[in-house]
């Protein structure tokens, strides 16, 4: 062989994918493709083969193409690039040229050299150049944009909303199948599918063109403008109303209801990418966006969840009775194994534990290190969320159920807060359960997706023309008495307690002294009467009138279960507060029926609730206050059985001065033997019967049934609805804060001075300092009642006719008959007698001046009148001395009349 033409090639049996003939490649040496030529060492394999002794021995280095010695065994290595290698460099004119695409058009171009400033100049006007010519304002970088220059953020702004508008024109252009997210489209297991690669594509793609492009009725771009609202308030939460996305999408909207835990991280993704196109710096501030779905349409009860519910989303109501603090909570977690290998990133769901496994090279399970350095952390903070009192069936225990806070959902609420919370049903193998039972018990909780209180959700339902409604009826002069009569209308009389409830409902105003000392604004109330007078019905009333209110009896309630308490946490083994009834009630009504059948030692922990609105903790490591802003009603019976009016109020119920003190309104309840106020009331209660029979209650049929009532009484259409009621006590409460900058000092000072006299002569209700604020609460409440903006002369009348009536009510029957003429002028309304003592006034004056005229012979003009104020006071006897001396003061007497010594004096045409 010593021809390189004749030279046979030898291919040794190398894998390289193809099969190639021989022939084809000794007729065209330059079409072996894939053949391996060796121009070294025939040992150095390209695929790491080891060839053994009698192979290499055998083996023969495939010729060159080109080689022209074939003899030379030095050139059958390779070729020799020194050889010929001037050609190289040889010119090659039809090669040797530039395409014309780029280059300037003139052949001769002075480059020239610019500075800095004339730089920046010309780029200046290049700019100018392209926005007049509209050039593709995407090219422009956004981060070099001076932010400062408002044409320049103009452009930026415009900027952005181009590159949505292009990104999403390009996610339209790729070709989406848009029957595939069709409900019925599902093949096989529904996780299954929504796992697949296919799906998830979609899911973004219609996820994302939902937030881009969805208009309310207005026209306005929704999310876009709810973007722009979390990021300038620095937030991680956007908010994704379930009504909206289930109007543009209705597959996506069941398939969230469905699956939340497979399509939520995706929507996260898809809003943190738009978060990010819109403001390309928020990603420094936050690595994740939370999609929050709000307005569930399907509420569930605590009590109803099921195993049908579990991994679905689903919307509870309920208050907090629990809360635990912040704890860091392991989401990508780094190990390092005792070898030195690093494990990870472990992705760690909410509701499963660190799944290890074995290390990658030593094979061993453990013991793993953290890598604390790398490991990614989130909140984690867990509340208890327990049935609101007034919607547990009676009889039934309230149920309760654990929800777990992630992210920015931490310390949203706390305890005694009303929420609605929108989650995941999840369920966790609980290993002590099953040790106790035998058989498998998974520990369910919720995973919270949002959280709303619901503080403010009944202020924010009123509508614009019930608001309207509301101010018109605020506006007429009974009003008053149609709110006090349109309270508890099954009741029949007991106007003094229906109007100590209202004003209870309707509340003073709170005050805050320099940061320092706080007055409290929440009215008390204590009904101490005789078995049968509706005590406990006037609770129940308020129950489900108020919206926020919590009720409890004495002898089911503890100091522990009215204030708060501290226990353990199964699951982290701290400490936690607990709480009670005062706490639940913040910012409502705490309602105390059987108050005389609790512990004096129960009844001491809640003094400082009812006046200061605050309970202090100071158990296990614990020392801290929590707030109960709240009226405290009670009910209760006297030592005797029946309420013994031969004996003082101190003598008749077992209650000591301090937690007397702190009820700003006192009412015994008597049931006397009248046989008028009898007959009223036995007439009463048979209408109220036949009304509520379920036959014959026709109109016609209920006209010739019912008997004749009392005329005293409002008639049913004087009487404001219930619903009516509700709404018109929240606005009052909301929007209405009554301000005492004209109230009649003196009034106030003469009563407190004069009833306080009485009080330390007689006994009865202990009358103090507090007291004083008691009547300041209670006119602010009936200003609120009238919406008004400042307290006027008559809320304090009425103020301090309900102190005083508590006062003579204390009293035994004799002492309470002997001061009732005494303390007669604090009793009237100045207001409703003005009317009566102007119009009696004007009625002396024209009979002077008939008088006088007469006597002149019938000739007019312009008379001088006198009146005697002796002769004014007999003609208004049963008008106290103290209401006529303040009528001589008034607006409506000081623009007729004047007074002269003992003389009224005017002038008559």
Known sequence: MSDNSNRKRKFHDIDIGEDFEESENQDDPDQRVGSRQYHTDPMEMDDGENFSEEENHNYEPDIIPGDHDGNDSDNCSGEDLMDNAEEDYKEIPELDRYENRGLDDDQEVNHLQLNADDRAKVDLLLDQRDRREGIDLRRVPVAMMDEENSENSDLARELRKERLRRDHREEEDDEIDEGYLDYEEAKGNLSEWLRQPKTVKFIRHQFSSFLRSYKDEHGIDVYEQRITEMCSKNSQSLEITYSHLSTKNPTLAIWVAEHPKLIIPIFNEVAFELVNEVFPSYENIYKEIFIRIKDLPIEDKLRDLRQMHLNALIKIKGVITKRTGIFPKMKRAFFFCKCGERKGPIIIALSEEAQMGNCYRCHSNGPFTLDSADTEYSNYQKITVQETPGTVPPGRVPRQKEVILTGDLVDCARPGDEVE????????????????????????????????????????????????????????????????????????????????????????????????????????????????????????????????????????????????????????????????????????????????????????????????????????????????????????????????????????????????????????????????????????????????????????????????????????????????????????????????????????????????????????????????????????????????????????????????????????????????????????HSEDDYDLLLHTLNKLAKEKASFLRLNNGGIGGVLDIEISVHEFSNETKDISHYTIEKFFKSVAFCKQYSIEGDFIKTKVI
């Open 421 to 828: 919370v929108t989650g995941v049903y999840t369920s966790h193998f609980d290993h002590c359960m099953n040790i106790q039972h035998g058989f498998p018990i998974f520990y369910t909780f919720i995973e919270a997706n949002y959280v709303k209180s619901l503080q403010d959700v009944e202020h924010n339902a009123l509508t614009e023309d019930e608001v309207s409604k509301i101010r018109k009826l605020s506006r007429e002069k009974n009003i008053a008495k149609r709110i006090i009569g349109s309270v508890a209308p099954s009741i029949h009389g007991h106007n003094f307690i229906k109007t100590a409830l209202m004003l209870a409902m309707f509340g003073g105003e709170p005050k805050d002294v320099a940061g320092k000392h706080k007055i409290r604004g929440d009215i008390n109330i204590l009904l101490l009467g005789d078995p049968g007078t509706a005590k406990s019905q006037f609770l129940k009333y308020v129950e489900k009138t108020f919206h926020r209110v919590v009720y409890t009896t004495g002898k089911g309630a503890s100091a522990v279960g009215l204030t708060a308490g501290v226990i353990r946490d199964p699951i982290t083994k701290e400490w936690m507060l607990e709480g009670g009834a005062l706490v639940l009630a913040d910012k409502g009504v705490c309602l105390i029926d059987e108050f005389d059948k609790m512990n004096e030692v129960d009844r001491t922990s809640i003094h400082e609730a009812m006046e200061q609105q605050s309970i202090s903790i100071s158990k296990a490591g614990i020392v801290t206050s929590l707030k109960a802003r709240c009226s405290v009603i009670a009910a209760a019976n006297p030592i005797f059985g029946r309420y013994d009016p031969q004996r003082n109020f101190m003598d008749n119920v077992d209650l000591t001065d301090p937690i007397i003190s702190r009820f700003d309104i006192l009412s015994v309840v008597r049931d006397e033997v009248d046989y008028y106020k009898d007959r009223s009331l036995a007439t009463f209660v048979i209408n109220s019967h036949i009304r509520s029979h379920p036959l014959d209650n026709t109109p016609e049929r209920l006209n010739e049934t019912l008997l004749e009532e009392d005329v005293t009484e409002l008639s049913k259409d004087e009487l404001l609805s219930q619903q009516l009621l509700k709404k018109y006590i929240i606005y009052a409460r909301k929007f209405i804060h009554p301000k005492l900058t004209d109230v009649d000092k003196e009034k106030i000072s003469d009563f407190y001075s004069a009833i306080r006299k009485y009080s330390s002569a007689v006994g009865g209700l202990p009358i103090g300092i507090r007291h004083i604020e008691s009547m300041l609460r209670m006119s602010e409440a009936h200003a609120k009642m009238h919406l008004r903006e400042y307290v006027q002369t008559v809320d304090i009348d009425l103020a301090i006719k309900m102190l005083l009536e508590s006062f003579l009510q204390s009293q035994k029957s004799s002492l309470a008959s002997a001061l009732r003429p005494k303390l007669i002028k604090f009793l009237s």
